[in-house]
């Protein structure tokens, strides 16, 4: 009888451009423990020479078992000569936004495991049930339906992606994705492997499990509004707009004609135009659905003036549109000798020595001239070089920008921690037009785009 948890591991490890060493977040669920064996017994036949397995187990520290379930891993995967390890949330918890904090110390944990056992990949065990929930939660904060005004990208029309890389870092790999919870505990059952049951699963408290039981008594199950391959080839046709329409100057200003300034009824043109702008603002999600409503009016109207929509100002001139950070709640960051951090979320700095302030470059001196010299508006140029960092030894100020005291690198915010495999292509033409390299490649196949639904 054919086994579908067996079958979609052989496939995946099919889909590898090489082989390669694999590191499987493993909670002790029974989700992460049928990744791990299935992807076990099948390198486990021979037909798959070459790959390796290793795992790691996040205790995020917030109830009392945790580490003694972490435990309980380590000590199956020595049953299978898996080397392993834990990693522990250490410090104090945020009061709220619990479960977004802990996706992102998890990945950030997961990423230091596996450059320490030395893997390729991150594989997790995220199911079709995890698949319905993301699409629904995503599908209430955007307010209902409705990609093609932008939805899709701020806010995972697609869903999951079967491939994510977080960080610049490392590819997370989700092969299970089409797989139901029940399929794998059948697995898991037939093999006599147990696993743990996480009592947080029916804490109502979480927005996840109110979705998954509003999931479970409604017979209406919507899929997602877009899938892999679509997804993927509306990021494409954004990333040749990007390229052929968008001019963006020293990471500060983008340009656009006139011309283009209004084609909003274009749905890739709306989203490569939006997550530019995302860019700009060092925001890691798009606009509301109601803003960017109001903006394509603005636009399509293609008179002179001023909006602003995520941070960014959107200036519309008779010569085009120009858009650029806004002048308001702009950050203080102070630095240690040698430190490292992110300005507005979109500057990381890197002291090269001393202990150091960023602020914003009030004078604008050292941004000016290269915008003059780009040929934007005077305008333009007083507002955008007001919005650089400004950067000056601690225990001294008024030296702009200081090229000299750090490195300075900007942060792609929409794709540098999280990036859907699906809008690679979209994500290399925003960071080449911010003057980033791009991004690394997966190391599997694009077959793996369509098991993204």
Not at 257 to 274: K, S, V
Not at 305 to 320: E, I, K, L
Request: aromatic share 6%; net charge neutral.
């Amino acid at each position: 009888m054919p086994d579908a948890v067996f079958d979609t591991a052989s496939y995946f490890l099919r889909s590898f451009t090489r082989p390669c060493r694999i590191l499987v977040a493993v909670s002790g669920g029974s989700d992460s423990m049928g990744v791990l064996m299935a992807l076990h017994a099948a390198i486990a036949t021979g037909e798959h020479p070459g790959f390796s397995l290793a795992a790691c187990t996040v205790d995020h520290a917030l109830r009392p078992q945790s580490a003694e379930e972490a435990a309980s891993v380590a000590a199956f995967c020595r049953t299978l000569d898996i080397a392993h390890r834990t990693r522990r949330w250490e410090g104090a918890k945020p009061a709220t936004g619990i479960q977004a904090a802990a996706r992102k110390i998890r990945y950030e944990l997961l990423a230091v495991a596996a450059e320490a056992l030395g893997a390729d990949c991150i594989v997790t065990g995220h199911t079709r049930e995890d698949q319905h929930e993301t699409i629904e939660m995503r599908r209430a904060r955007s307010n209902g339906p409705g990609i093609d005004d932008g939805e899709g990208e701020g806010h995972g029309g697609a869903g999951m992606a079967a491939t994510m890389l977080y960080g610049r870092r490392v590819w997370v790999l989700r092969p299970f994705l089409r797989l139901g919870r029940a399929e794998i505990r059948s697995f898991l059952d037939a093999r006599a492997v147990a696993w743990i049951d996480d009592p947080s699963n029916a804490n109502h408290a979480f927005e996840r499990v109110r979705v998954r039981a509003r999931i479970a008594a409604s017979d209406d199950m919507q899929m997602p509004l877009w899938g892999g391959r679509q997804r993927a080839a509306s990021s494409a046709a954004a990333a040749g707009l990007i390229e052929d329409r968008i001019r963006v100057h020293e990471a500060l200003v983008a340009e656009i004609t006139a011309e283009n300034a209004g084609a909003t009824d274009d749905p890739d043109w709306r989203r490569a135009l939006l997550i530019v702008a995302s860019a700009l603002g060092g925001r890691d999600h798009l606009p509301a659905r109601a803003t960017v409503q109001r903006l394509s009016e603005f636009l399509r109207a293609g008179k002179p003036g001023r909006m602003t929509a995520g941070r960014v100002v959107f200036d519309r001139r008779a010569g085009g549109l120009y858009l650029y950070r806004e002048a308001r709640n702009l950050p203080v960051l102070a630095l240690g000798p040698g430190g490292q951090g992110l300005w507005d979320g979109r500057f990381k700095i890197t002291s090269g020595g001393p202990a150091l302030v960023v602020t914003a470059d009030a004078s604008g001196r050292r941004s000016a001239q290269r915008l003059i010299d780009a040929g934007l508006p005077m305008g333009i140029v007083k507002r955008a070089s007001t919005v650089a960092p400004g950067i000056a030894p601690a225990d001294a100020a008024g030296i702009a920008y200081g090229e000299a005291l750090a490195e300075i690198e900007y942060n792609i915010a929409p794709f540098d921690t999280f990036l859907p495999g699906f809008d690679r292509i979209m994500a290399d033409a925003v960071a080449v037009s911010f003057g980033r390299e791009r991004y690394p490649a997966p190391p599997v196949h694009d077959v793996l785009t369509e098991m993204g639904m």
